[in-house]
DNA sequence: TTTTTGTAATCGAATTTATCGATCGAATTT
DNA sequence: AAATTCGATCGATAAATTCGATTACAAAAA
């Protein structure tokens, strides 16, 4: 029988891949940097594959790191499905109605929606995509189950278990006056015009405030409707724009040809989470899905 | 992040899950009983759920572990598939013409293509399913790279690899004689009637061989001409017949109605492998697919 | 150039974990 | 009742993992 890498090593491995840096994976994993290093040594030499490239500066994977990198997350991801499904195990049956708002659902949603069905098959899961106020309605008419929304957002009666944090990135034309530079403080936003999404979408107002931008007035909120489209209209001239970078991280803004430039620490940012009717007596599977949207989350910085 | 089974605790378990016992199952997987067992506790305890049954004195798998049973094989066989593919990573890319006996093919084969594809995606494995002597020919020729058969059989110029022992199972309709029997000597065979394939078929041969039988005339050889069909004749009361292991562990008896029953040790066997022409220089290649059929052969016991 | 900084490899000690053999108790079989 | 089989458990021992400290190296800054 073939040697098996251990599931810890290509845990280590991901998160090495992630994060380009053994210290970050190794803080990212709870271990010493030492630890992760032998790790992923220990797993060149089983493999008896150098998994990657020391030699350059940049960050780079061999071929064999790469085939390790595309087949790693469904393995993990399988057997946390095993896991979910092997213990406690809520009821998680049935039909299940979930909300989620356009900012969050292209791009994180695809991937959710196969992974809740591995770890719970029998959940039949709806889908409605509605702006935060639409789906507050329909939580509190019991329409819907739970919500995957952003935050913050005033929303009384209601229960919240937090999914993450999702910082702004500031995104630009090539030819735009901060194209070529490698960070931004929200403080040099002061200068340019924003597009914006549309009035009505959370992001436009998680954008403002957490960038301290003032409702100016002028071209400056042009009004996408949908990210798609406003990455394409920022592309075709029209200035620059913030997107929130799981949409980056998905390669929205490389797929239009954006530059995205991340802030300097402490990033503007705003939080993702699921929520719920308080007292509908769907909390525990609100959390059950939540988790494995945290998964999702976390594993696609 | 939910704690994660580790692969090993997969293997044990699914070891003893074949096994359908403990000591079985250490001993297959080269452990002591002990370590086996306080594995598997250890795993339940991760998952906060019995996996096995120990109350009842049959074996028997709790829900949560059937689960685990159903997924498990999934997370090993990728595992497998990704240290095949990230590691030495022989060529192994274009066409592979590969042949197969009918007795083999439909027990082996389905699960094999599955495997191959992931192991080597640049695989375009093609299959014939012949006979032996044909096969040979073929191989001879050039017409296919390697071929999956069953020995002892006379071959010339031709290199194997072995893939395992597959033993014979007494199999027969529930009103027979032996039907109500636990184990059989081969020494018993003697009294009753056996139908077989067909001539041609090694099958028929190996089992002739292997018993001890001697080529009794009569009704004896009514001739199938697959496995399918030789079992829906026994069913139909025409007499018992020898199946090969791997086609009782796939249900072939079950799923007609026939009682299995098996050999006292030594049962009576063929042998299994993988067979090219001498300096072909297909021979790693060929060493490669035996591997993984091995490993699905084993697997399957 | 030299210094500084960031990054990864390496070493040795301490700890944790895994493994084994022996033994025990419960359920079956003889 | 005695013998057998099977799995759980315990304590000693061997093996591995882990960490912190240090070293080595390369790029960036002075």
Known sequence: MTPLPTLRQLQFFMSLVRRESFS?????????????????????????????????????????????????????????????????RRPLEGAFHLGVIPTIAPFILPRAAVRLHNAYPKLELFLREDLTAALADRLAAGLIDAALLAFPYDLPGIEIIEIGDDP?????????????????????????DLLLLEDGHCLREHAIDACDLSERGGKASFDGTSLF???QMTRSGLGATLLPEMAIKQGLAKSVGLVAIPFTKPAPSRKIGVAWRKGSGRGEEAKAIADVIKEIFATSK
Chains 1, 2 share one sequence.
């Open 168 to 192: 702004f990135w500031f995104a630009c034309d090539a030819d735009h006056a901060f194209a070529k530079r490698r960070k931004l403080a929200k403080e040099d936003l002061g200068e340019c």
């Open 24 to 88: 970050k994976a190794a803080e990212e994993c709870f271990v010493s940097q030492s630890t992760l290093s032998s790790a992923i040594k220990e797993m060149e030499t089983l493999l008896d594959q150098r998994l990657v490239d020391r030699s350059t500066r940049t960050f780079a994977l061999t071929p064999s790191g790469e085939e390790v990198a595309t087949r790693a997350p469904a393995i993990l991801a399988a057997t946390e499905d095993l896991a979910r499904a092997a213990s406690g």
């Open 229 to 231: 489209t406003l990455a």
